[in-house]
């Protein structure tokens, strides 16, 4: 997905000046958030979600993984309303 940045180093450098709404939660744009893990728990939270659709709860959908030195930003689609 094109989010507009020129490279995942421009993109992390976006998701690092966004606002928080945690340590590891960025509001990236009105629509996107991102989530910093550790490069080894990326693979296990995209399973997570992955998971939970197929039981048919609402979650977001994966847009975008940047990998960054020992950092994995997964870029998803923001759902309103009350963080679970």
């Known amino acids: 997905m094109d989010l507009g940045f020129d490279g995942d180093s421009e993109l992390v450098s976006h998701i690092r000046a966004s606002p928080h709404t945690d340590s590891r939660t960025s509001i ?6 991102s989530k910093q893990l550790v490069k080894g ?8 979600i992955q998971f939970a659709q197929q039981l048919g709860l609402r979650v977001p ?3 975008r993984v940047v990998r960054q030195d020992d950092n994995v ?7 309103c309303g009350r963080t679970m």
């Open 28 to 33: 990236i744009s009105p629509n996107l958030v």
């Open 41 to 48: 728990d990326g693979a296990g939270e995209l399973r997570g």
């Open 61 to 63: 959908s994966v847009k």
């Open 73 to 79: 930003y997964i870029i998803m689609t923001r759902i």
